[in-house]
């Protein structure tokens, strides 16, 4: 009786013994997990009539790459909106572009714009004419200075369409905001600003197919 009542002791033992390391084992494993897991922050915007909130934007640390790339995005609608031609946006559109620049830039539209100038887009292209634009690539020369390529599409009704690859030399900078205007600010958070803008045909076909 003695040692059967010893041989229950020990087998409670051993059965604690091992719950023991199967609990420290676990508890060790929920640990090394937690370096894994990440804390993450979000925008959320809140519906004044239901109370829900929904996600935003994921917010994160920028990084050389996104400013890359938000210059480039810059680039990109700033040609994109001064080498366009359609009249039926022509006005909101480049007054957007003339707010962008400064200097030789600015003066270079303002001229450009004005009827009588050799480049004055309503002689070239009339009421029915389109130009729209396809950027091909942006690369940075220095801080404050990039190239765009891009091709330009006149389409009239009637005539085929004719084609042309431009280049343009865009100098910029970042201005802070002086705008009272809050739909002004939204328009250019950043205080993009462009100083300086030339383009040049890449051959003489695009001249002679009457894009300037």
Known sequence: MIFGVRRRERMAWMVGIVG?????????????????????????????????????????????????????????????????????????????????????????????????????????????GKVSIEVLSINQINPNTATVRFVKTLTRPGEDDRIGNFTATVTYQFVPSQQSALELVWQNPFGFTVTDYRSTPDSLEAQQEGLK
């Open 20 to 128: 023991s390391l199967v609990g420290l084992g676990g508890i060790t494993v929920a640990l090394m997990t937690l370096p894994l897991k990440e804390t993450q922050a979000f925008l959320t915007i809140v519906d004044r009539n239901t109370g829900q909130a929904e996600r935003a934007v994921q917010i994160e640390r920028a990084s050389i790459e996104h400013a890359d790339a938000v210059k480039q995005s810059l680039l990109y609608n700033y040609v994109m909106g001064r080498e366009t031609y359609d009249v039926n946006d022509n006005e909101d559109r480049i007054l957007r572009v003339y707010r962008q620049s400064v200097g030789q830039a600015q003066q270079s539209l303002r001229e450009q714009w004005t009827e009588g100038h050799e480049n004055y887009p309503l002689t070239l292209y009339g009421q029915s």
